[in-house]
């Protein structure tokens, strides 16, 4: 079977690095396409004998980029294994990089500044990013965006991925979110100085928050509540479902949980931690 990966998402996100990782995975590469040609491209790498493709697809395409879910529909009538990675920042961290760059934007202009670029850009995308598997980039390293494409590459897209994620609220709620849950108002371990240096991973932390009957009913309250919800997901057809997880500094309370409810989904889903303070 043929696996096309489709890269779409804000310039400056990371896409550049997301197809050199696939390139280096053994996948056949072709940046900035014009949606329309995907069809011809397909076949001919088919029928050259390539069966695993990355395309990035974004608003370099012009007007075309609209057909792409139109196109992904088709190209998986026709028995190909298409999966889209979109990926996101947000616009001040966007703008910030093209300013250290000081490349500029795709859709510059005479009359749009650099803001109300990449805010256009992010309104022509809105109905793409709603379809694919979207990472926010705001706070990755490039390592660590690897490890996440890396990650998502290697999943099996028959199944609903659960996506478990930390964060910390003072960096911002993280835009790939499809549940957000607060766990701010739990004991926090950063005001003991012995635990203050270590993570919600390390064995002092989980000492210190798992006897504590408000943290247990967190975990329970939060872990019902995705589990009640979970086949609805899956009845709508989702392929991936995002639960962020947040406490101040995403550090302590908000892995501890993530964590925790990875481990008892993944008997029976298809899972992925993700911690973004700690990439």
Same mark, same amino acid.
């Given at each position: 079977?043929?696996?096309?990966?489709?890269?779409?998402?804000?310039?400056?996100?990371?896409?550049?690095?997301?197809?050199?990782?696939?390139?280096?995975?053994?996948?056949?590469? &072709? $940046?900035?396409?014009?949606?329309?040609?995907?069809?011809? *491209?397909? =076949?001919?790498?088919? +029928?050259?004998?390539?069966?695993? /493709?990355?395309?990035? &697809? $974004?608003?370099?395409?012009?007007?075309?980029?609209?057909? *792409?879910? =139109?196109?992904?529909? +088709?190209?998986?009538?026709?028995? /190909?294994?298409?999966?889209?990675?979109?990926?996101?920042?947000?616009?001040?961290?966007?703008?910030?990089?093209?300013s250290e760059t000081r490349r500029r934007h795709p859709?510059?202009?005479?009359?749009?500044?650099?803001?109300?670029?990449?805010?256009?850009?992010?309104?022509?995308?809105a109905d793409i990013g709603s379809i694919g598997h979207?990472?926010?980039?705001?706070?990755?390293?490039?390592?660590?965006?690897?490890?996440?494409?890396?990650?998502?590459?290697?999943?099996?897209?028959?199944?609903?991925?659960?996506?478990?994620?930390?964060?910390?609220?003072?960096?911002?709620?993280?835009?790939?979110?499809?549940?957000?849950?607060?766990?701010?108002?739990?004991?926090?371990?950063?005001?003991?100085?012995?635990?203050?240096?270590?993570?919600?991973?390390?064995?002092?932390?989980?000492?210190?928050?798992?006897?504590?009957?408000?943290?247990?009913?967190?975990?329970?309250?939060?872990?019902?509540?995705?589990?009640?919800?979970?086949?609805?997901?899956?009845?709508?057809?989702?392929?991936?479902?995002?639960?962020?997880?947040?406490?101040?500094?995403?550090?302590?309370?908000?892995?501890?949980?993530?964590?925790?409810?990875?481990?008892?989904?993944?008997?029976?889903?298809?899972?992925?931690?993700?911690?973004?303070?700690?990439?």
């Amino acid at each position: 079977m043929t696996q096309l990966f489709l890269i779409s998402g804000l310039s400056g996100s990371g896409k550049s690095i997301a197809i050199k990782l696939l390139e280096d995975n053994g996948f056949y590469c &072709v $940046d900035n396409l014009p949606a329309e040609l995907l069809p011809t *491209l397909i =076949a001919n790498l088919q +029928q050259a004998g390539n069966r695993q /493709i990355a395309v990035a &697809v $974004d608003v370099r395409s012009g007007g075309s980029v609209r057909e *792409l879910p =139109a196109l992904i529909e +088709q190209f998986r009538e026709q028995g /190909i294994d298409v999966r889209l990675l979109f990926l996101d920042a947000n616009n001040d961290e966007l703008v910030k990089r093209y300013s250290e760059t000081r490349r500029r934007h795709p859709l510059s202009n005479d009359t749009l500044t650099l803001p109300e670029c990449v805010q256009q850009e992010r309104d022509l995308l809105a109905d793409i990013g709603s379809i694919g598997h979207r990472i926010d980039t705001s706070d990755l390293n490039p390592n660590a965006l690897r490890a996440w494409v890396k990650s998502f590459i290697q999943l099996d897209r028959a199944r609903l991925t659960l996506l478990f994620q930390s964060f910390g609220f003072k960096h911002g709620i993280p835009l790939d979110a499809d549940m957000v849950f607060d766990v701010r108002c739990l004991p926090n371990p950063h005001y003991n100085p012995f635990l203050r240096p270590l993570t919600g991973r390390d064995a002092p932390v989980i000492q210190f928050l798992e006897p504590l009957p408000a943290v247990q009913q967190m975990y329970d309250d939060i872990r019902s509540f995705v589990e009640r919800w979970l086949p609805a997901y899956v009845a709508d057809n989702r392929s991936y479902l995002t639960v962020a997880v947040g406490c101040t500094g995403g550090q302590h309370r908000s892995v501890y949980l993530t964590e925790r409810l990875a481990h008892h989904f993944a008997p029976q889903q298809q899972v992925l931690v993700r911690h973004r303070e700690l990439g």
